[in-house]
């Protein structure tokens, strides 16, 4: 499927990330390594800082401290044309943020003929082709409000492979989906992983985790405390940080006794 | 209430109970309103007032130039004076959210003044002070172009709050997502944040529109030709040559023509909006 280890180039280099908002520091010191072809999934619990990492990585948060590379170009670089490295990644979002103003084939072509300055024809012709790829073609003329949130979580997919990304990025894209509709919008992650897409995704999927990515990062305070394969990190995780965060994902019940006992509490209030 | 009560008796209060207290206020709001007709209706002087206001024959003599002319002409006093201030206004909005500080503080600054003044002064002031301020400068457009200023002026500093408040209502993932897709900010603004922002504030900048509507009567004080009048002017030298006051009873249900279908088109609007946040 892919290279686990990063080549010469690693499609996505951070290095010593700090990220403060004001005085409550949510990143403290991350160095994350993605190579091309590679899936990564972020994982950790709630204020861990790991949507705030991947936000560093299109610079949607600019970073207090570090560097974050796309594809060999510094972000971080003052002087560099973001607009231009950001054609390169697409990103998904928890909550779709769909153009609700424009239909489903607006929403693809919009950006490329805005962005890339692709012509009409073009501009659709790839729409359409993108919207096969997610399976909504039928909805092509739809108004996003009339769409579930999978099918619409679908269409940000597409409207983000339309722009030909290199890279793809996704905030935790399935956390505010209904149960049932969770399935389609990971086979749709499932067959671009398979495509040999470089992917970061933020996640509590824990079986998305485990089938589909090469590597499995887990954040818990700021920090990276546990990187490697998913069978080693969620299999039998080193860090005990990591198998308290995995049991009360795994058995939610468990949480409740855990919870009240004093020498976590410290750990729930982050 | 003489026996004991039990514990899972109904707290009960002595006197009326809420259903006749009910009754009683309904009743007597409704007695109240029937009192006040019957009492305008007795003291007026009815037969004065249709001498005064409802006289056929001069109120068929106004037809058609009341519309042809006085109508048409508040119509294009308002609709040009809206299209500079909502051009106006969209800058001062972009300018209240700018990023530099200057820019806000001008925007801010503008928009008190132009708030806080009466349309009439501004009116006043476009007559009389910018002729001597720029002498041999003419206002393009003549008496449209300096009432398409003047409202403008003060309909730009109400939409600019009205625009600003729709902006700061789109949510901040629209931004985020066209940032993610490579928009620079101002193609953001342009082609995703502004489209869903005015569609937000089409009610309040319809209502806007109403009010302009009225203040377009203030062009009586930049003095007009005879062929620029409008409906307020109109009616009150025709209420002057006629010496009665008809004309300006038909001046004013000509303004209601439009401003009561203006008002049913925001409601409808308004309704229509809150069924999409549903």
Redesign the interface.
Known sequence: MSENTPGAHPEIQVRGLHKSFGDNEVLRGIDLEIGQGEVVCVIGPSGSGKSTLLRCV?L?EEPTKGQVFVGGTELTDPDVDI??V??R???V?Q?F?????VTVTENLT??QR???GRGKAEAAKVAAENLERVGLAEKANAYP?SLSGGQQQRV?IA??LA?GPAVMLFDEPTSALDPELVGDVLAVMRMLAHEGMTMMVVTHEMTFAREVADRVVFMDGGVIVEDGTPEQVIGDPRHERTRHFLSRLLDPAMAEVEEGRPDQVGEAGR | MTAPAKAEDPPRKKGLTRRQKRRLSRGAQYVVFVAAVIAFAVSADWGRLKNQFAQADIAEQMFPDVITLALKNTVLFTVSGFAVGLVLGLVIALMRLSSVGPYRWLAGIYIEIFRGLPALLIFIFIGVAVPLAFPGTEIIGGTYGKVALALGLVAAAYMAETIRAGIQAVPKGQMEAARSLGFSPARAMISIIIPQAFRIILPPLTNELVLLFKDSSLVLFLGVTLEERELSKYGRDLASTTANSTPILVAGLCYLLVTIPLGFVVRRMEAKAQEAVK
């Open positions: 299109n949607l607009d231009a950001r054609r990644i697409g990103m979002f909550q943020n769909l153009f609700p103003h919009l950006p805005r962005v890339l409000a940000a409207r983000a722009m």
